[in-house]
């Protein structure tokens, strides 16, 4: 592969850019530089600096071809529609087959935002003006108009579109509709990326990051670039109305999807089509546990109908392999970054993912059948604890609800009360002033003209104005009092010694004990994810060490909220139990806190409250979703049977039809191509009849007949010329196949085929002079 067009003194062999493709797709970290000083090394020349520059360009045309072959791959296969890979990016999931049970939610999967794969915008020098502050001096990239392969990325004309009404503000700041549940917690307790944080970043990044949506067995369904942002509004809002677009009913798991869900279903251009999809908004597992009890009862997936154990957290999992490529991809092109990435994504979904689809299959079946083995354990709970029915959970859960939906938002009345009796305060509090200043006595000297006689004048201007600022203060409060006393028709003002001063003073109290209660439950729960994110594999040194040091600061923060929240539960009548740094350290979930909340009813007696009943209707919900798991699992354990049957006999037939015809090139590519997923047949049938011999089993191995008919062996394609035609065979198919007139054709450029004749020619002189031109 030459190094440039036209008279090229350097060359590149094919094997040895093959050879750094795959390195790189295996090690993202691995890049072009250090390839070159290995190659430097194995032909004993010292490493010069141009050719690195010299590779990546033969590099670049390399991918090309490669682009340009599969292209017309897909095209003699029929699989060149619009939007043809994104219908057909997981098996398990799309492939659908005749007679299958439905399932309640068709297609799951989860999107989120990652800001490891920045770029950097490439500028002059910052320039300083005359009052001393710095500026980004003007871009220097170089225009560039060249796509990255592959259909993986949405145009950032389709995301910006999204960018209207102010819909492109950060999702924590969006508020919609006027319910009780908006008063859930979730604003304050669960941040994404705030522009304040980020806006430093904008200046030196061009792409601060990637945006993607994945299914919930890890194929990539979509990406979109964040674009010196954070997590704005419009990246979900675009991926979501793409997908519902093109795939129909879809459930996406989101960190905050409590607050996205209802963003769809008012946003004016998305909420009717939401609806007609039925699409369903859900939090993952993990995040959901960082959200308030009262959002986690209606959005945590143990409670959502239809998804089974599905936890919708796989883009971590995700950005833990693709975080590699941040170290090849900081300083690139805007076209070489993508490049990147979309190669990576499309040997990650073929190699990576595909060769681990039975692994987490059968991983999840194990799961679910370990979880449908605890049902003697869950009856022998419910004996004990006096449940007769397994209905009765349910019941827990609605009363549960009920009641954090009183510890949500304060009634208004007792607001009122509240304020009333503080403005009572502060009317006493101004009268004693009054009285004090009123009882000051001065002594004023008779002469005047004298200093003391001035100082003594100042003092009692000085009084005077105090004392009618208070006479001000005292009359606003009185106002206040009087008006209060309207809304609440007091009939007669409250005092000290009156009973409902009483009632309500301890309200306040109670209310204070509540903020401090607030205040170390988010303590707690920035320390649980400090300590995941500490522990977890691929966190470096310097990051460790740096969370240590949150860590010990974090740890005093929590002590000290410990402190002042006994102080205040000691005030409580009766006073309430306190608590020590052992037991604080010890809770795993938010649950654990709400349940020492005091409402306006005691619930420490509710069997819903208690830890032996919350653990059973855990695995009353858990039981439910491990029977919704098996049923799902079953299904797409049959889907992914008969793709490998129908993908394999496919491609066969259709590499026997290209070589009939001559087209020995594009049979040798088609044959690549059924060797590729082959390869990986046996090891899912040995996986998936190693399950099925297992006690529980009740899926079926056995081969069904897809709904789509294209990849039926019996449909004959016909190639005339440059066209590529589907014709329909006797009898014919049913509707969802492909029409039999009106097909679009391909329009033949002889470019394409001088390119392709100029390439062999490129590889023959390649292979030959390959030794003569490195020595040269």
């Known amino acids: 592969m030459p190094a440039s067009p036209w008279s090229p003194t350097v060359v590149v062999t094919i094997c040895a850019l093959e050879v750094y493709r795959v390195a790189h797709l295996r090690c993202p970290r691995l890049g072009i530089q250090a390839f070159v000083r290995a190659l430097c090394d194995i032909h004993g020349v010292a490493p010069r600096p141009w050719l690195g520059a010299q590779f990546s360009v033969a590099f670049d045309a390399y991918l090309a071809i490669r682009a340009e072959v599969d292209s017309r791959v897909q095209v003699v296969l029929g699989r060149d529609a619009p939007h043809w890979r994104l219908k057909n990016a997981c098996p398990c999931c799309l492939y659908k087959l005749e007679g299958e049970p439905v399932l309640k939610i068709p297609l799951m999967g989860t999107f989120d935002g990652n800001n490891s794969l920045s770029r950097f915008e490439r500028r002059e020098r910052v320039e300083i003006d005359e009052e001393g502050t710095c500026a980004p001096g ?96 419009k990246y979900p809002l675009s991926l979501t109305h793409h997908l519902l677009n093109v795939l129909g009913q879809v459930a996406l798991g989101y960190d905050i999807g409590c607050k996205f869900g209802k963003l769809m279903f008012v946003h004016p251009a998305l909420k009717e089509l939401a609806c007609d999809k039925n699409f369903r908004a859900l939090v993952g597992a993990f995040h959901g546990h960082g959200h308030n009890r009262l959002c986690g009862i209606q959005n945590l997936m143990m409670y959502v109908e239809g998804v089974g154990l599905e936890a919708l957290e796989g883009c971590e999992s995700f950005f833990s392999k693709s975080n590699a490529l941040a170290s090849t991809t900081r300083y690139a092109s805007r076209f070489h970054r993508q490049q990147a990435i979309a190669t990576y994504l499309k040997h990650t979904d073929a190699f990576d993912t595909y060769h681990g689809l039975t692994t987490l299959l059968c991983n999840k079946y194990r799961r679910a059948l370990e979880i449908k083995a605890t049902y003697a354990a869950l009856r022998e709970t419910m004996r004990e604890l006096g449940v007769e029915s397994r209905a009765e959970f349910e019941q827990w859960r609605a ?37 004090a200043l009123r009882g000051v006595e001065l002594h004023i000297v008779p002469e005047p003209g004298t200093a003391a006689y001035t100082e003594a004048a100042k003092a009692t201007r000085r009084l005077e104005t105090q004392l009618r600022h208070a006479h001000e203060l005292q009359m606003k409060s009185l106002a206040a009092v009087q008006d209060l006393e309207v809304r609440l028709e007091v009939v007669t003002r409250w005092v000290p010694e009156d009973e409902r001063w009483s009632e309500v003073s301890e309200m306040v109290r109670r209310r204070r004990y509540q903020r401090a209660l607030d205040h170390l439950q988010g303590l707690i729960i920035s320390r649980m994810f400090e300590l995941a994110k500490c522990n977890m594999s691929g966190t470096g040194y310097k990051l ?9 600061a974090r740890s005093k923060a929590v002590k000290n909220a410990i402190s002042k929240y006994n102080e205040v539960a000691q005030t409580m ?27 306006r009813e005691d619930i420490r007696g509710e069997p819903w409250a208690q830890p032996a009943g919350r653990a059973a209707m855990d695995q009353h919900y858990r039981l439910l979703r491990a029977d919704e798991e098996i049923q799902r699992l079953n299904v797409e354990i049959r889907r992914l049977v008969t793709y490998m049957g129908d993908e394999a006999s496919f491609l066969d037939v259709e590499e026997g039809r290209l070589r009939e015809e001559g087209e020995e090139g594009l ?87 001088e390119l392709a004749e100029a390439f062999l020619t490129v590889v023959r002189i390649t292979h030959d002079n390959a030794l003569e031109a490195a020595d040269s």
Not at 138 to 160: H, I, M, N, W
Not at 412 to 420: N, P, S, V
Not at 544 to 552: D, E, T, Y
Not at 581 to 589: G, K, M, N, R, S
Request: proline share 7%; with cysteine; charged share 35%.
């Open 573 to 599: 009548t009766p006073p309430r139990p306190t608590l020590t740094w052992e037991e604080v350290v010890e809770y795993a979930f938010l649950a654990d806190f709400n349940l020492l909340r005091e409402g």
């Open 138 to 233: 003007p871009s220097k990239e170089r225009l560039d108009d060249r796509v990255a392969p592959g259909d993986f990325y949405l145009s950032r004309g389709d995301v910006d579109m999204w960018k209207k009404d102010g819909m492109e503000e950060p999702m924590k700041s969006f508020s919609a509709g006027d319910g009780e549940e908006e008063e859930g917690g979730c604003n304050e307790g669960w941040q994404n990326m705030k522009e304040v944080v980020m806006s430093r970043a904008y200046g030196m990044y061009d792409e601060t990051g990637f945006f993607p949506a994945l299914c919930r067995h890890g194929f990539v369904l979509k990406v979109v670039e964040m674009v010196k942002s954070g997590e704005l509004s």
């Open 399 to 435: 009363k549960e609800k009920a009641h954090l939906l009183t510890l949500s938002k304060e009634p208004l009345q007792e607001t009122l009360e509240m304020e009333y009796l503080q403005k009572l305060i502060n009317l006493q509090d101004t009268e004693k002033r009054i009285t």
């Open 667 to 753: 049979a040798l590519q088609v044959r690549q191509l059924r060797m590729e997923r082959a390869r990986f047949t046996a090891i899912h049938m040995e996986r998936l009849t190693k399950l099925s011999k297992e006690p529980g089993f009740t899926g079926d191995l056995v081969p069904g007949v897809s709904i789509c008919r294209e990849r039926h062996t019996h449909v004959v394609r016909v190639r005339r010329d440059n066209d590529v035609e589907m014709q329909a065979p006797s009898p014919p198919p049913p509707e969802e196949g492909p029409p039999a007139d009106g097909e679009e054709e391909v329009e033949s450029d002889d470019d394409d085929g």
């Open 544 to 552: 460790r060490k740096h969370i240590a040091k949150a860590l010990q």
